[in-house]
């Protein structure tokens, strides 16, 4: 399978605590972009790397919030001290430059007790 | 702010009828708009997408179309088919690769 793939898919963690979240994007693909979907809502836009460098953030990333891609090809998401607004699902997206097209991964389902 | 907006919560269409799915947006600037397919417990799939240059694509029983002077685009899905049902979400780009998603419409298609 070439496609975007996240780990885990689900994640149950205790208020306080610090999760971390991986996306593999398509190879070819130099854009990644995070997402984060709450109940009846659409993916709200986090942050986008263009290869190993973040070139935008939304403000709805809090310091709590770092998004690392080091080698330009997997990215990792980290939350610390997760909140219980944190719960949502976490998308990640990859797209080639040119392209106006992103694919989704599966995403991580975050439950914060 | 929602800049792009999908008042339908959700649609339920007969088996071969059309499906009509809408979406406004607030935003002039916004270049390209693209219609994602969304599974449970999957992530979106592309679907189609337009250019802000153009007022109509078509890709087999898929066709959006987009008017810019009311910002508005819609996406026809002729004939309709039991697999379709699922939610779809509208997005729009903003120049600086910035998508913005609607909240989605479940589009049920009855047998």
């Known amino acids: 399978d070439t496609g975007v793939s996240q780990n885990p898919r689900h994640k149950i963690t205790k208020r306080g605590q610090n999760v971390t979240f991986r996306c593999d994007p398509i190879s070819e693909h130099n854009r990644l972009y995070w997402y984060r979907q709450t109940l009846g809502q659409g993916p709200e836009f986090l942050t986008y790397f263009q290869n190993e460098a973040q070139l935008e953030k939304s403000r709805l990333l809090s310091d709590r919030f770092s998004a690392e891609r080091p080698k330009g090809s997997f990215s990792t998401l980290e939350i610390q001290r997760t909140e219980q607004g944190d719960s949502a699902m976490y998308l990640c997206?990859?797209?080639?430059?040119?392209?106006?097209?992103?694919?989704f991964g599966p995403g991580t389902r975050l439950l914060v007790l | 702010d929602q800049q792009v907006k999908q008042n339908s919560p959700s649609l339920s269409v007969q088996e071969g009828r059309i499906s009509i799915l809408n979406c406004d947006y607030t935003?002039?600037?916004?270049?390209?708009f693209l219609w994602y397919k969304k599974y449970p417990a999957e992530g979106p799939t592309f679907l189609i997408s337009i250019s802000s240059i153009k007022d109509k694509n078509e890709d087999g029983r898929f066709t959006v179309f987009l008017n810019k002077s009311a910002k508005h685009l819609s996406l026809h899905i002729v004939p309709s088919q039991p697999g379709d049902s699922a939610v779809y979400f509208c997005a729009a780009r903003f120049t600086g690769n910035q998508f913005y998603f609607g909240t989605g419409t479940s589009l049920t298609v009855i047998p």
């Open positions: 935003n002039s600037m916004f270049d390209y």
């Open positions: 997206a990859s797209q080639a430059s040119g392209q106006e097209t992103q694919y």
